[in-house]
């Protein structure tokens, strides 16, 4: 835009300085993870995929799609739990091609989005080895994304001061670990839980925090989405803590300081007492009225389904923005609920269950 003079105004020379100094950094990345948005499974694709009548023809079909031949030296039969887990390793492997060619600060970004899977490994080796299970075969269900060095010594933590000082202090999950690592309680499953919680509220909190001193279009699209992520933690912490001996000032603390829930909706989770308590909590939020409302009608519908399709709209909408980070998380995201998609009907195919086939998530269907 021009000014009174002729002359392009402060806004105009902002953005242009914007869009001038983002593709120098960031311009091939974001080209990339655009492109693989492009590869994401058509409508086309999904109803191809639920015609097959034994996992073989899944196969067939997902090699025309930008999976290409990724499952060409599995024998048959196919297992689902084969198909999930090369799904995983390609969604790993394009991450890290994009973590490989990203700089500052969108290489720390992209660090931030892995911390959750180090933390949902944490607790599934820590609760692993509480049933007695097999080491190696806990690691091999750890989450690729989430993996560091020393997560066999987790095994050997008996309280959580342990867990910090033995393993966790030399990992980015250090930080997030100061509120609980003090304590000397045992490692059963009430206190693992707790321990989960108090590091995803800390961790939630710091991502929103960064992304906001990012600033611009991606402290704007991250927003929603982490607001979003703080409330559903919320929400989740409060349903089940009912019928334990969770109480509910503890309960109140493990929900996170920010949200579109924060802070009047988390003040009065902290005091429900039941489901239906929590129901007309989040009704009054008109972003979420749906969740609840849709369960209620539908009975193959459960309010963690409304979740997900919550997050796949807030996700789709990332790619509308240009020029910012929010796209690098949104595809992560994006192509995890594509992977839950596959399996499900993957497993509706090997269970003979066509009747439940479609009840899935579909992603960009109005794109």
């Known amino acids: 835009m021009a000014d009174e003079y002729g002359g392009e105004d402060d806004g105009a020379i902002n953005l242009r300085r914007t869009i001038m100094t983002f593709n120098v950094d960031d311009g091939y990345a974001e080209a990339i993870v655009r492109g693989y948005r492009g590869g994401v499974l058509t409508p086309a694709d999904y109803a191809n995929l639920c015609q097959a009548e034994v996992l073989d023809d899944m196969k067939l079909h997902l090699a025309t799609t930008d999976y290409g031949d990724f499952l060409a030296n599995e024998p048959s039969p196919l297992h689902t739990t084969t198909i999930a887990e090369k799904c995983t390793e390609r969604l790993v492997s394009e991450f890290e091609y994009l973590r490989a ?15 959750g899977y180090m933390i949902d490994n944490i607790v599934l080796l820590i609760t692993g080895t ?3 299970r097999d080491l190696s075969e806990l690691i091999e269900r750890c989450h690729p994304l989430g993996m560091f060095d020393a997560m066999a010594s987790l095994v ?10 033995t393993v966790l202090v030399d990992t980015p999950l250090a930080p997030y670990f100061k509120e609980c690592y003090h304590t000397e309680d045992d490692m059963n499953e009430e206190n693992i839980e707790i321990i989960r919680n108090t590091l995803y509220k800390a961790y939630l909190e710091d991502f929103y925090q960064y992304c906001m001193k990012l600033g611009g279009t991606t402290a704007e699209v991250m927003g929603d989405i982490l607001k979003f992520e703080a409330d559903r933690r919320a929400i989740n912490i409060t349903i089940n803590s009912f019928g334990t001996e969770l109480t509910k000032e503890r309960r109140e603390d493990l929900y996170p300081n920010f949200g579109l829930l924060f802070p009047e909706g988390t003040q009065r989770l902290g005091k429900a007492d039941d489901t239906e ?7 009054a939020f008109g972003d979420y009225t749906h969740l609840f409302e849709d369960t209620r ?3 193959d519908k ?15 909408l990332s790619f509308d923005q240009q020029m910012q980070y929010g796209v690098f998380y949104s595809y992560v995201k994006l192509k995890e609920q594509e992977i839950r998609n596959i ?13 439940k086939i479609t009840n899935y998530i579909p992603i960009f269907k109005d794109y």
């Open 101 to 115: 060619n990203a700089v500052e600060p969108l290489s720390t970004f992209l660090d931030y989005i892995t911390y």
């Open 130 to 132: 509480m049933h007695e």
């Open 156 to 165: 050997a933590a008996q309280n959580p001061a342990e867990l910090y000082n």
């Open 277 to 283: 308590q929590v129901r007309t909590i989040i009704e």
């Open 297 to 299: 009608y539908n009975t």
């Open 302 to 316: 459960s309010l963690e389904d409304g979740f997900f399709e919550h997050e796949v709209k807030l996700n789709q």
């Open 343 to 355: 399996v499900w009907i993957a497993e509706c195919v090997h269970q003979n269950m066509k009747d």
